[in-house]
């Protein structure tokens, strides 16, 4: 019995892990989106806020009259996902579509649409793989709930197996053989 | 009493694993490069952007209506258009309506690319910055579409169309009445 249940334990436990080492993978990927997006020109001393030339995606440079529209444009082209490069940021990714996504983020921010505006705007075109940050809705609700459902079902097993073992040191006179299988 | 329940969560492992199995193995076949179209159902963006063909007209959405129609996106840049290129001659031969959207590309090298090999369209427009494509959602070329006569896209086919595609993707929406469509 005691075999059984640690077998049982171990394997949700593993179980558990690989649900979560997914989605930290995922959290992994995009955190280090976020970390490269750094290395994305942005230059927040322009005077006239119009974008400087260039449509290679490696060299383009956007300018910003308002530092909080320049860090608007980080926030948004961290989290915004290249469809080309998939897991890879617009911020991150080389690819044309990308910088064409750049360009289009900065030119809406311009226009003075809200980061939830311009993330929408994509989202109609793209549909949701273009966001690193997924909508709560019911077809997504497994996605937001799969890791705590996995985890509290863990701490479940762990809590019963900790009283049972309570239990059975405390009656240390109960026959073992009886409950196994 | 207490033995059999706990004799039954012996398989909980197993069940655990056989579903992991079988999640991975149905999602292996899968093409995580496809993204489905977010566009479906809707009416294609609204364009007016000038012909390559026809010097000095502009083409628009108007384009679609009263007709089936595939729209194309391409460009001479793109080597996976090239290799879909004969195909779609086949298929203007056989009749089938094809528009075409010159994206991010040069309308002269088009033009000659045409003239070279052969044009399937009946007409293309040239869109020069992409901001076409991005309003319809493409991300990379060559990308076709699948146009209802109400002007609505009923289908995206990513990358080089084939005689496979067309028939197994294709041809079963091509010319059947969509759903909301009035006849």
């Known amino acids: 019995m005691k075999r059984l249940a640690r077998l049982l334990l171990v394997s949700c436990v593993l179980g558990g892990m690989l649900v979560c080492t997914h989605v930290d993978a995922d959290i992994a990927a995009n955190s280090a989106a976020l970390w490269k997006v750094a290395t994305l020109s942005v230059v927040d001393n322009g005077s006239d806020g119009s974008s400087a030339a260039g449509n290679s995606s490696s060299t383009d440079v956007y300018q910003f009259k308002d530092p909080a529209l320049r860090d608007r444009f980080l926030q948004l082209t961290k989290v915004l996902r290249c469809p080309k490069c998939q897991d890879q940021s617009i911020g991150d990714s080389q690819a044309e579509i990308a910088a064409d996504m750049r360009a289009k983020t900065a030119e809406l921010l311009r226009q003075g649409k809200s980061n939830d505006q311009i993330v929408h705007y994509f989202v109609a075109r793209y549909g949701d793989f273009v966001t690193f940050d997924p909508p709560w809705r019911v077809d997504t609700a497994l996605v937001w709930l799969a890791p705590v459902g996995v985890f509290l079902l863990g701490l479940w097993l762990v809590i019963v197996q900790l009283l049972k073992a309570r239990r059975r040191m405390q009656e240390p006179e109960e026959k073992t053989e009886d409950s196994s299988c | ?183």
């Open chain 2, 1 to 183: 009493m207490a033995v059999k329940k706990n004799s039954l969560w012996v398989f909980l492992p197993l069940v655990f694993f056989v579903a992991l199995a079988v999640l991975l193995a149905l999602s292996l076949g899968k093409n995580p490069d496809l993204i489905p179209s977010a566009r479906k159902g809707e009416a294609v963006p609204h364009f007016q952007l000038p012909s390559l063909l026809h010097q000095g007209e502009t083409v628009t959405p108007a384009i679609f209506k009263g007709h089936w129609t595939l729209l194309n996106v391409w460009a001479t840049w793109c080597p996976t258009c090239h290799i879909e290129h004969p195909f779609l001659m086949r298929l203007a031969q056989q009749g089938v309506r094809i528009v075409g959207a010159d994206y991010k590309d040069e309308p002269d090298k088009a033009r000659a690319l045409l003239a070279t090999n052969g044009n399937p369209y009946i007409d293309v427009f040239s869109d020069k910055d992409g901001s076409f494509g991005l309003d319809l959602g493409v991300y990379g070329a060559p990308e076709t579409y699948v146009i209802d006569p109400q002007g609505k896209i009923v289908l995206r086919h990513v990358g080089a169309l084939e005689e496979r595609d067309w028939k197994e993707q294709i041809l079963p929406v091509w010319k059947k009445p969509t759903e909301g469509a009035s006849l």
